[in-house]
């Protein structure tokens, strides 16, 4: 499954269960991101084009629900290559709307080359940091957004993740969460498929890393400094969490 080290993980869910580590690690002795970036940056390469796949597989569903036309300046956190904003900038037709992809260094030459592509190089900024370092999260956005990055870490690590982006905005801006929200008292083709990535993330993300109910993403957000605003479920996996910064 996209590649060999993520699809040779699946045999070491009964492990996974019983030590409480992701099976990527128990097979690489690392956690997915280091395993990528330092040790098989090629395969690491293939991991992100699939991701970007996924993200071009649900983005209509999400564009429906949300009208970014209200937005100036629109800041994508972890967002890959920018499929996300180039998807963003086509449907609202505002060539004064801007946005910033923030994500890895190493990425970085890859971000450009897919901006230049789709001949977004002059309005898309690339910003090289890291989520965790608050110092390198860009300011100055009135809308940030954050696709499938809380599904791989722990309550802990994402509510540091969702603090240091409540640090950058104002009460008046807004983050919006494109996460899969699990219903428990749901059993339809769309929930099954949702435990599915469930599982996935037991399986290759980091210890602490899954899906979570609407109830678990409320308390990570109140836990930021955040509030909910709204949550709209699509018709894909993704729901839609809209989050407001608490007014001091």
Same mark, same amino acid.
């Given at each position: 499954m996209i590649t060999d080290e993520t699809g040779?993980?699946?045999?070491?869910?009964?492990d996974v269960v019983r030590?409480?580590?992701?099976?990527?690690?128990?097979?690489?002795?690392?956690?997915?991101?280091?395993?990528?970036?330092n040790d098989n940056p090629a395969d690491g390469i293939v991991?992100?084009?699939?991701?970007?796949?996924?993200?071009?597989?649900?983005?209509?569903?999400?564009?429906?629900?949300?009208?970014?036309?209200?937005h100036n300046r629109i800041c994508d956190i972890g967002g890959g290559y920018g499929t996300i904003l180039s998807y963003i900038?086509?449907?609202?037709?505002? *060539?004064?709307? #801007? !946005?910033?992809? @923030? +994500?890895i260094?190493?990425?970085?030459?890859?971000?450009?080359?897919?901006?230049?592509?789709?001949?977004?190089?002059?309005?898309? *900024?690339?910003? #090289? !940091?890291?989520? @965790? +370092?608050?110092?390198?999260i860009p300011d100055s956005c009135d809308a940030y957004i954050i696709k499938s990055?809380?599904?791989?870490?722990? *309550?802990y690590d994402s509510i540091k993740i969702l603090s240091n982006v409540a640090s950058k905005m104002s009460s008046t801006d807004r983050l919006y969460l494109f996460e899969v929200v699990i219903d428990g008292h749901s059993s339809n083709f769309i929930e099954k498929e949702k435990r599915l990535?469930?599982?996935?993330m037991m399986?290759?993300?980091?210890?602490?890393?899954?899906?979570?109910?609407?109830?678990?993403?409320?308390?990570?957000?109140?836990?930021s400094g955040l509030k909910l605003v709204s949550h709209s479920p699509t018709k894909s996996v993704f729901s839609i969490l809209e989050v407001q910064k608490i007014s001091n």
């Open positions: 040779l993980s699946y045999h070491l869910l009964t030590e409480g580590k992701s099976g990527f690690s128990l097979q690489t002795g690392k956690e997915i991101w280091d395993y990528y970036q991991f992100n084009k699939a991701m970007e796949n996924l993200s071009s597989r649900f983005i209509n569903p999400i564009l429906d629900n949300v009208d970014f036309r209200i900038f086509d449907q609202s037709q505002n *060539d004064n709307q #801007s !946005g910033v992809v @923030f +994500d260094p190493h990425i970085k030459d890859q971000i450009h080359s897919f901006l230049s592509n789709k001949g977004l190089s002059n309005r898309i *900024d690339i910003v #090289s !940091g890291d989520f @965790f +370092d608050q110092d390198t990055v809380l599904q791989d870490w722990s *309550d990535l469930d599982i996935l399986v290759v993300g980091k210890a602490g890393a899954r899906q979570r109910t609407l109830i678990e993403f409320t308390a990570i957000i109140k836990a």
